[in-house]
T-cell receptor, first 116, second 114 residues
Framework: NAGVTQTPKFQVLKTGQSMTLQCAQD?????MSWYRQDPGMGLRLIHY???????DQGEVPNGYNVSRSTTEDFPLRLLSAAPSQTSVYFC???????????????FGAGSRLTVL | AQTVTQSQPEMSVQEAETVTLSCTYD???????LFWYKQPPSRQMILVIR??????QNATENRFSVNFQKAAKSFSLKISDSQLGDTAMYFC???????????FGAGTRLTVKP
């Protein structure tokens, strides 16, 4: 059982480049989400999804795009990277309400992104 | 929007002693969950404990317990018999129901000293 797998673990980009952070889970979790972690600010929600084909914006969605074509995968796209997007990114997933273990987020190991 | 406040950026405790980390939150929701997550230097986010808002009984997990005061919107974490392995960032988090977004506090860096 791999849990939540994020790739890559480290990435350096130049301003204006695009890239996709991959997130996959093998626990059949309906809920998936992306957070960014910046010093002194905790984790802030970028986008989330409650099921395949359904996505919504979180606290800091600007500059990021997501899609959810399958239950397992939830990629995060940076269309035109900016230095302000330098951060550590976490993907997390959970079951939905009403089921044992619901609402407890399982996190990936994180991806450190640097934009020069 | 929900907000979560952790007023202690850093704390330290001697090994084997007890420490309490504070957390307050602001919400108009009546159905929600509260969590404490631990982030050691490895960067991995690890669930420490969770509390359902509809439960009056405070959650406990071995050496970890919470003091949940719903009316005061307070959710503190008590760590008993502190161990060196407890050294980490601790984040308080709030999630309304059904799960939509989870809001985190800014974190408290806890150092356990030998």
């Amino acid at each position: 059982n791999a849990g939540v797998t994020q790739t890559p673990k480290f990435q350096v980009l130049k301003t204006g480049q695009s890239m996709t952070l991959q997130c996959a889970q093998d626990m059949n979790h309906e809920y998936m989400s992306w957070y960014r972690q910046d010093p002194g600010m905790g984790l802030r929600l970028i986008h989330y999804s409650v099921g395949a084909g359904i996505t919504d914006q979180g606290e800091v969605p600007n500059g990021y795009n997501v899609s959810r074509s399958t239950t397992e995968d939830f990629p995060l796209r940076l269309l035109s990277a900016a230095p302000s997007q330098t951060s550590v990114y976490f993907c997390a997933s959970s079951l939905r309400t009403g089921r044992e273990g619901a609402n407890v987020l399982t996190f990936g190991a994180g991806s450190r992104l640097t934009v020069l | 929007a929900q907000t979560v406040t952790q007023s202690q950026p850093e704390m330290s405790v001697q090994e084997a002693e007890t420490v309490t980390l504070s957390c307050t939150y602001d919400t108009s929701e009546s159905n929600y969950y509260l969590f404490w997550y631990k982030q050691p230097p490895s960067r991995q986010m690890i669930l420490v404990i969770r509390q359902e808002a509809y439960k009056q009984q405070n959650a406990t997990e071995n050496r970890f317990s919470v003091n949940f005061q719903k009316a005061a919107k307070s959710f503190s974490l008590k760590i008993s018999d502190s161990q060196l392995g407890d050294t980490a960032m601790y984040f308080c988090a709030f999630m309304k129901q059904p799960p939509r977004d989870m809001r985190f506090g800014a974190g408290t860096r806890l150092t356990v000293k030998p």
